[in-house]
């Protein structure tokens, strides 16, 4: 075609041909290149092209650069698998259920009985590796995924012993488990209500730090979807002033079939209820199950919309060895595909990070889409 356009702009066919040569990209591709820090720092002035720069998500809120057990991916491998899908900002979470280094299992569900509990050991490796690799050309977000929900009492003593190891490189916490029913096999249980008052101190913490809260709360299962609902209400209505993401909207594998216009009237309460409360749109399982199909995509698109400065995009990744480049491509894609939708504001706002900037306080800048 390029070949075609050449011999042809001798006979004035240079406005057709321009528009042949621009590459126009889908969804389906993603135009890494096209995007760079320089792009989301101050003073810069060009705008955002969604149809040559791509419409997936430049921010992964919800990555876990640990595995559930077996081996990771090297920091630095990871870090190409962002520039390669052109997200330059990312949360780097441990994994709130690690099974035990005895074990051998690499995932918790094919070990039903082993015990899958937090723990600092991944917090750590983190950071290590994040001080050894040196990442270029992405910003990443250290996340402490440590706390045990249930039982709070010592987490602000452990805050102090990442201060002490890693003074100032913890910006972020999550995901933590305040009940994920795919754990109950592996020792996990929901939190008790009364554990929540518990969480007071290290709340305070992170009010203190401006440090954001990522919390896996499942709402409930498709037998009864709102089972768990009033323990994240006794979280929002105890902590209103700290900055919480309820990661997946509340959705899983278990409800995978809720009613989306009870949902929405769910998420929608919580969010006029608590106005520090964020929701993360991660995870394919909610592509799948509710974003597919076409009239459920339209009431989630106008929830998007009306509420686009509370939402966060990403992946749920999970850094297993076993996985490739292709996988997080595909997760890149999966968990973007509704972002396609959204009016220039909302696209701004959730897909280019303008909502992740707020909420951290980085000092970048999304830039403004071209019409
Ligand atoms: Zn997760």
Request: proline share 5%; with cysteine; aromatic share 10%.
């Amino acid at each position: 075609m390029r070949h075609l356009c050449l011999s042809l702009l001798g006979l004035a066919a240079l406005s057709a041909c321009a528009s042949i040569l621009k590459p126009v990209v889908s969804n389906d591709k993603l135009p890494a290149a096209a995007r760079t820090l320089d792009m989301f720092k101050a003073g810069n002035d060009q705008c955002y092209d969604r149809e040559t720069m791509g419409e997936t998500f430049v921010v992964d809120a919800h990555n876990h650069f640990r595995p559930f057990g077996g081996a990771a991916k090297s920091m630095t491998e990871i870090n190409q698998y962002l520039l390669d899908t052109g997200v330059l900002f990312v949360n780097v979470f441990g994994i709130g259920q690690s099974l035990p280094v005895s074990s051998t299992c690499e995932y918790y569900l094919d070990c039903v009985g082993t015990p899958a509990l937090p723990s600092m050991k991944n917090d750590f490796v983190n950071a290590m590796n994040y001080l050894d690799a040196d990442p270029v050309g992405t910003i990443m977000t250290i996340s402490m995924t440590f706390p045990d929900l249930a039982n709070p009492a010592n987490v602000v003593e452990q805050i102090k012993i990442m201060d002490t190891e890693y003074p100032g490189m913890f910006k972020w916490m999550g995901e933590v488990n305040l009940v994920k029913q795919a754990l109950f096999g592996n020792h996990h249980a929901a939190t008790p209500k009364a554990a929540i008052a518990g969480w007071a101190p290290f709340m305070k913490v992170l009010r203190e730090r401006n440090i954001p809260f990522s919390i896996h709360a499942d709402l409930g299962s498709d037998d009864e979807p709102a089972k768990y609902l009033p323990l994240m209400q006794e979280v929002l209505y105890q902590y209103p002033d700290n900055k919480i993401v309820w990661v997946h909207m509340g959705l899983s594998k278990e409800l995978s079939r809720a009613n989306p216009d009870w949902h929405i009237k769910t998420m929608q309460a919580a969010l006029d209820g608590s106005s520090y409360l964020m929701l993360d749109i991660t995870w394919r399982v909610i592509n799948d199950n509710y974003f597919k199909d076409k009239d459920m995509r339209a009431k989630y698109v106008a929830f998007l919309e009306k509420n686009s400065d509370r939402i966060l995009p990403g992946t749920d990744f999970v850094a297993s060895y076993k996985k490739s480049y292709a996988v997080y491509r595909e997760e890149v894609l999966a968990n973007s595909n509704i972002l396609k939708d959204l009016s220039n504001s909302a696209f701004r706002n959730i897909a280019l990070g303008q909502n992740y900037f707020n909420l951290t306080g980085m000092d970048y800048t999304a830039p403004q889409v071209c019409e």
